[in-house]
Nanobody, 121 residues
Framework: QVQLVESGGGLVQAGGSLRLSCAAS????????MGWFRQAPGKEREFVAA????????AYADSVKGRFTISRDNAKNTVYLQMNSLKPEDTAVYYC??????????????WGQGTQVTVSS
């Protein structure tokens, strides 16, 4: 069982930056693929980024490539999402997720409660 708690969301102007954090409970954090997803009002949840257990491989949605960076610190049981050059269309609730599967995967086993990111124009 893994519990995930996101933080770092907020209100930022277009062009600005935010860093989201996701703290995970449990001693087996390093075994999980970690991902970030987002859901905007009236839209389905969509994939944003993911990283394998070691941090050596990452995947990104085309919409965030070159602007967002996922990273993880297994010693701190934490995964991060650095978001730069934010756009109003990045406004959404951002969710952290963990998967006990091979990377890459679209199936995730555990989810956080989400953190709101709002980008003003």
């Amino acid at each position: 069982q893994v519990q995930l708690v996101e933080s770092g969301g907020g209100l930022v102007q277009a062009g600005g930056s935010l860093r989201l954090s996701c703290a995970a409970s449990g001693r087996t954090f390093s075994r999980y693929v970690m991902g970030w997803f987002r859901q905007a009002p009236g839209k389905e949840r969509e994939f944003v980024a993911a990283m394998n257990w070691s941090g050596g491989s990452a995947a990104y949605a085309d919409s965030v490539k070159g602007r967002f960076t996922i990273s993880r610190d297994n010693a701190k049981n934490t995964v991060y999402l650095q978001m730069n050059s934010l756009k109003p269309e990045d406004t959404a609730v951002y969710y952290c997720a963990a998967a006990a599967r091979f990377f890459p995967t679209y199936e995730y086993d555990y989810w956080g409660q989400g953190t709101q990111v709002t980008v003003s124009s």
